[in-house]
């Protein structure tokens, strides 16, 4: 049967003042959605609509809601807000302590590796001469270790300066035969006047032991250089993320009520339906204008720290660099010893008792002449630890690099948004697709925001972190350069010169707006976000699945046109539905007849 055009017509209409009823709230329609949503002593509940010109957040001609449960409301959200935010910052904390974790466990390990095979080479070599002069070489690794973990704030040139100036006095008074208490007043009188002093050794030493010397102190020097750089870098990480948070009691008066028009005005209108992921990107990214002011500061020290950590992976490899510290410095012993007797000449000058030491080459007659000295190497398989640690820390890094800048997308992904874009879901004031556009990433961007605007005010917390994070980063950049972060002249020259892997960061406030130079453009075109350093990314076998790297698509909401869908709540739409399907039912059979 086809229906005429009245009947048609009359179908139309009632749809239509169906969707009307239903769009909109009025005097005597029960308010059910708050109190099967809410735990609420059904005292603070209105069973029917009033007048919601008071309120704040959610004012209307008429709402379920009074100013009390407006602000039981109001309270709710803020907490949800918070504690979804604290949620994922921790969550990363907690990632990177422990990446810290194996990374010192691993350094650890091939430090005592690096030292007992070193002793073992040593006592094969020198036997009991070695023995006793043994502990020269434990306290110089545990200075070492402790340096690199922090423990010990003596400055590392100065580590090996005494351990070089106590290590000649040691030999030179070996080489010549000096034993029990001779030895110890020989070796006190050149430690007094500084024979074997930084400043005195370039006039002391042969070229061939100076430049053993050097080999050894700029392996030792760049390694544990670089490998205190990343653990301050990587602590550096765990304090920001603990650090910048967003404070309830602190959100402005905008973000508040753009958060209840997102989540919560919908229930005061008796409807119950997800936000829009439109809706709440905007004001996710009003909101945490404050916090994303740090994203410039924070790719840039994570790019640094990417590119320290290849060169952790090479050249500056603990693994590589500590493997042959045994031979190095039993090679170093071995030429100082063979010009013992030249340097004495010196010596005698300084010390006159050492006249009564004697000439006799005790330290070379004691190092044995075995065909095949020991064979040190601290194995390829730690080797192949230590880079699969490092690849591992770079999938992370490479991860939260735009963290900041992105951060509202997983945030609306956890509050439970609607991101279909089948305009089933609340734009702020009915249930319909959200047409208002969404702000662009970055905190300048937000100054326009439709939903909460910022007016470019700064917290001081994010104002240190930003101070900590731009020094790491001059430190990982003087370190990727081989210069010593701890004796740099002027350390804020880092804004006043570039190098390949600063290229394409950008600057600003961190809005990522591209509408300036140096933010991402060139002549193939712009990018969100600029590349991280140069080279193919390493790969993860199990990558971090506790980030999102992108936000949310929302490009249905935003350009798809068309009329509202409306969608209400059961319990409002059976009141309608029976009365309308026997009006239908009554226009079909008169139609008919």
Excluded at 268 to 274: L, T
Excluded at 341 to 364: A, F, H, W, Y
Excluded at 452 to 476: F, K
């Amino acid at each position: 049967m086809v229906l005429g055009c009245p009947s048609l017509c009359i179908l139309v209409l009632l749809t239509a003042n169906l969707a009307l009823s239903l769009s909109q709230l009025t005097r005597d329609t029960p308010c059910t959605i708050l109190k099967e949503t809410y735990l609420i002593p059904e005292s603070q509940l209105q069973s029917y609509p009033i007048s919601g010109n008071d309120l704040r957040s959610c004012s209307s001609s008429i709402t379920c809601c009074s100013q009390h449960m407006e602000s039981i409301l109001e309270l709710d959200v803020v907490k949800r807000y918070t504690n979804h935010f604290h949620n994922k910052t921790r969550s990363l904390k907690h990632t990177f302590t422990k990446l810290r974790q194996e990374f010192q466990d691993a350094f650890l390990i091939l430090m005592a590796d690096a030292e007992a095979e070193r002793h073992t080479l040593f006592r094969a070599t020198y036997g009991d001469i070695y023995l006793i002069n043994q502990h020269i070489f434990k306290e110089f690794f545990e200075k070492l270790k402790s340096f690199c973990l922090g423990s010990n704030i003596e400055p590392l040139p100065d580590i090996l300066d005494s351990f070089f100036h106590e290590l000649f006095i040691r030999v030179h008074s070996l080489s010549l035969g000096a034993t029990g208490d001779s030895l110890e007043g020989y070796a006190d009188c050149i430690h007094r006047k500084q024979l074997f002093s930084k400043d005195n050794l370039e006039k002391t030493l042969p070229h061939l032991v100076l430049s053993s010397m050097a080999t050894v102190r700029d392996r030792v020097r760049k390694s544990l250089y670089a490998a205190k750089g990343f653990l301050e870098a990587i602590k550096q990480i765990e304090m920001t993320l603990g650090q910048v948070s967003v404070d309830g009691n602190r959100l402005s008066p905008k973000c508040k009520v753009g958060l209840m028009r997102a989540f919560h005005c919908q229930k005061c209108s008796n409807y119950n339906a997800m936000p829009c992921i439109g809706l709440c990107l905007n004001v996710m990214k009003g909101c945490l204008a404050p916090q994303l002011q740090i994203h410039d500061s924070w790719s840039r020290m994570l790019n640094n720290l990417a590119l320290l950590s290849d060169k952790l992976g090479d050249s500056l490899s603990l693994t590589s660099n500590f493997n042959t510290l045994g031979q190095e410095l039993s090679f170093l012993v071995t030429s100082y010893s063979s010009y013992a007797g030249d340097i004495q000449q010196m010596v005698k000058r300084r010390c006159p008792n050492s006249d009564n030491v004697g000439t006799s080459e005790i330290l070379l007659r004691n190092k044995r002449t075995a065909s095949n000295p020991p064979t040190v190497t601290i194995g390829d398989k730690r080797e192949m630890d230590f880079q699969l640690l490092i690849r591992k820390f770079q999938s992370h890094c490479d991860t939260v690099t735009s963290l900041w800048s992105v951060f509202p997308g997983p945030l609306c992904e956890s509050l439970s948004v609607d991101s279909n874009g089948d305009g089933q879901c609340w734009n702020g004031e009915t249930i319909g697709r959200y047409t208002k556009p969404v702000s662009r990433d970055g905190t300048h961007s937000q100054i326009t925001n439709i939903e909460v605007s910022h007016e470019g005010a700064s917290d001081s917390t994010v104002s240190r972190q930003i101070d900590e994070l731009h020094n790491t980063a001059t430190r990982l950049k003087h370190l990727y350069n081989g210069v010593d972060p701890y004796n740099v002249v002027d350390d804020n020259a880092y804004d006043d010169y570039e190098d390949e892997y600063d290229d394409g960061s950008g600057s600003g406030d961190g809005s990522g707006d591209g509408d300036s130079s140096g933010d991402g453009c060139d002549e193939s075109g712009c990018y969100d976000h600029p590349p991280t350093r140069p080279g193919p990314k390493p790969t993860s076998t199990t990558p971090p699945d506790l980030y999102f790297q992108t936000t949310p698509n929302v490009k249905s909401e935003q350009e798809t046109s068309g009329a509202s869908t409306l969608s209400h709540s059961l319990p409002f739409f059976t009141m309608f539905l029976m009365p309308l399907l026997s009006i239908i039912t009554s226009t079909l059979t008169m139609s008919s007849c």
